[in-house]
């Protein structure tokens, strides 16, 4: 496969090796791209049907933040020109010029787009629009983000959705709206490939973790200055690595859960599945990561996980905060061998807070209210287990 390079030679395509069909066998877009280093890329950030929670995410991102990419003080990525209607200078008609000159590729640089909430049907607006962004000059009519995805997603670098409506759909595509909306994925189509070659990425979550898209932006880019690899996605394009395991695995509750103990009512410690926690099936880092600069999650501040991650979030995770019918298997079967487990686990903790020297005697402490020294069948309990437990010593 070769492709125009920027000297108007032809070239073997870096991503043979990858396997991707890269757009640029179809396109001469050699004026605009050019694989790294590069001096600066463009980030070029729009929105459709969002609330503008992704953006207060990112903002509050800290792996890196995202003013050290646009400092440009980041080893190894590019300086970072961020294009979003929170952070410009420019207003109006300067505001929209840069992405009129992204669509028409005039840019000095190549740009990653960077798509917020879903994506509009404007033939359902009638008249009006949903989301507009900017004029046409010839026309005067408004330009829709729907338009400006079609106009910009074919030149970007790469393609990123953020948030679980522009990943999936999310709530503006949930049942009922009058909206039209789907992901972008659904808009742009399976064989989507940036003119780098690159599907569609997906950070969802709603909101997401702000330092989960820095991170994959992050990786992105260092692919694109040809200092890294494709980073690993999904089969759905999400990035594997943060996307893999479920809430379940890494939540502060799941010993509980593990246990039989069960929350019943918010602010209880315990595992919140039969408040409504769908963690066993959801895949999300959140109780690993923290929402900001690793504290606050979900589970952490008491919060049941109601699947915002998820492609199929929010319809069916609905009615949200119910316990899920599929748990009630996996939570009676821990409530029965759990409580077990757990009644011979005190058992043993009652023994290893005693120091050898307290056998047969109450501990010397003035704390205690109550008497601590075990008697009857649990004193030969521990004797039994500590006999067995060394009696592996020397093989
Ligand atoms: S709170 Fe949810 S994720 Fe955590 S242990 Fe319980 S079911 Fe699993
Ligand atoms: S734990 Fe569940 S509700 Fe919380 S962010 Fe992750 S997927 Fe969303």
Request: glycine residues 12%.
């Amino acid at each position: 496969m070769t492709n125009g390079a920027t000297n108007g030679t032809a070239v073997t395509s870096p991503f043979d090796a990858l396997g991707i069909r890269s757009a640029l066998e179809e396109r001469d877009l050699s004026k605009q791209l050019r694989m790294g280093p590069l001096e600066k890329i463009y980030l070029l950030w729009v929105s459709g049907g969002s609330c503008d929670g992704c953006t207060v995410a990112v903002v509050g991102a800290t792996n890196p933040p995202v003013e050290h990419l646009m400092a440009g003080i980041v080893p190894g990525l590019p300086k970072v020109e961020l294009l979003h209607t929170l952070t410009s200078l420019e207003m109006g008609d300067d505001y929209i010029q840069t992405l009129r000159m992204a669509s028409q590729g005039e840019l000095d640089a190549p740009y990653v787009l960077v798509y917020e909430g879903s994506v509009f049907d404007e033939d359902l607006a009638n008249d009006g629009n949903f989301y507009s962004l900017g004029r046409d000059p010839e026309t005067g009519s408004p330009i829709s983000s729907t338009e400006w995805l079609g106009r910009l997603a074919p030149k970007a670098a790469a393609v990123i959705a953020i948030g679980t409506c522009a990943a999936w759909g999310g709530i503006p595509a949930g049942e009922g709206n009058p909206t039209g909306s789907v992901a972008v994925m659904d808009h742009l189509g399976k064989d989507y490939r940036s003119a780098f070659g690159v599907p569609v990425v997906n950070v969802p979550g709603c909101s997401p973790i702000g330092d989960n898209f820095m991170e994959t932006a992050a990786a992105v880019l260092l692919f694109l200055q040809g200092l890294g690899p494709l980073p690993d996605f999904d089969e759905l394009g999400r990035p594997a690595w943060l996307f893999s395991e479920t809430v379940h695995r890494h939540c502060p509750r799941a010993g509980y859960y593990e246990e039989g103990v069960f929350a019943e009512a918010y602010g209880d410690q315990e595992c919140l599945v039969e408040l409504g926690c769908w963690g066993p099936v959801v895949q999300c880092n959140i109780a690993d990561r923290g929402i900001v600069n690793g504290t606050g999650g979900c589970m952490q501040m008491g919060g049941p996980c109601i699947g915002c991650t998820m492609p199929g979030f929010p319809d069916k995770f609905s009615p949200l905060f119910m316990t899920p019918p599929g748990s009630l298997l996996s939570s009676n079967t821990s409530r029965v061998f759990g409580g077990f487990i757990r009644r011979i686990r005190h058992i043993t903790m009652v023994d290893k807070n005693r120091t050898p020297r307290w056998e047969g005697v109450e501990a010397p402490s003035g704390w205690a209210r109550y008497n601590t020294r075990p008697r009857g069948p649990i004193t030969l309990i521990h004797k039994a287990y500590r006999a067995y437990q060394h009696s592996k010593i020397g093989g």
